[in-house]
T-cell receptor
Framework: DTGVSQNPRHKITKRGQNVTFRCDPI?????LYWYRQTLGQGPEFLTY????????KSRLLSDRFSAERPKGSFSTLEIQRTEQGDSAMYLC????????????FGPGTRLTVL | EDQVTQSPEALRLQEGESSSLNCSYT??????LFWYRQDPGKGPEFLFT???AGEEKEKERLKATLTKKESFLHITAPKPEDSATYLC?????????????FGSGTQLTVLP
């Protein structure tokens, strides 16, 4: 069990560019979540997958954001036409329906939009 | 709408000075209440899950308790390595929703 991994750990981009982040969940975890965290705040839910199906999506999530989990394993989060307000830590978590369904978080990807 | 409020926002303790962090919540129905620890620049680290009022869980110097409206994280004889932000989150009933709603956290500093 190597934990949740996320890449890249840091991303600096210019306003208007597209960015993509990757999350590899704990092996055999069938649920995967994306959250966003800004300084001084708790994580805010973005979207959630069970296997390859996207089951929940925050009403606050702009249509510039899209997430995929094509084979029910790793997931990608893409932000199109980035804005300065997108600067945040993007966190991925995974859980298993077998057992307590506790969400375990990765180290996050820090996005800075200039 | 589910809401989680944590207090205080920041807490400074001397090493060995015990204290408690508070998490007040409002949900239509509670599936579980979670405590996480977060170090600067890192992802949250799972500590505890509580499911029903009256439940208590312990881990080293930490003890979490749950009532119908709030949860407390008691820290007994803290050490400098306990310095971190402690996050509380709720997972609500009913339905298939699994997302966590977090509070803003309590930033704990333990001075040697």
């Amino acid at each position: 069990d190597t934990g949740v991994s996320q890449n890249p750990r840091h991303k600096i981009t210019k306003r208007g560019q597209n960015v993509t982040f990757r999350c590899d969940p704990i092996s055999e975890h069938n649920r995967l979540y994306w959250y966003r965290q800004t300084l001084g705040q708790g994580p805010e839910f973005l979207t959630y997958f069970q296997n390859e199906a996207q089951l929940e999506k925050s009403r606050l999530l702009s249509d510039r954001f899209s997430a995929e989990r094509p084979k029910g394993s790793f997931s990608t989060l893409e932000i199109q036409r980035t804005e300065q307000g997108d600067s945040a830590m993007y966190l991925c978590a995974s859980s298993s329906t077998r057992g307590t369904d506790t969400q375990y978080f990765g180290p996050g990807t820090r996005l800075t939009v200039l | 709408e589910d809401q989680v409020t944590q207090s205080p926002e920041a807490l400074r303790l001397q090493e060995g000075e015990s204290s408690s962090l508070n998490c007040s919540y409002t949900v239509s129905g509670l599936r579980g209440l979670f405590w996480y620890r977060q170090d600067p620049g890192k992802g949250p680290e799972f500590l505890f899950t509580l499911y029903s009022a009256g439940e208590e869980k312990e881990k080293e110097r930490l003890k979490a308790t749950l009532t119908k409206k709030e949860s407390f994280l008691h820290i007994t004889a803290p050490k400098p390595e306990d310095s971190a932000t402690y996050l509380c989150a709720v997972q609500a009933l009913p339905g298939s929703a699994r997302q966590l709603t977090f509070g803003s956290g309590t930033q704990l500093t333990v001075l040697p």
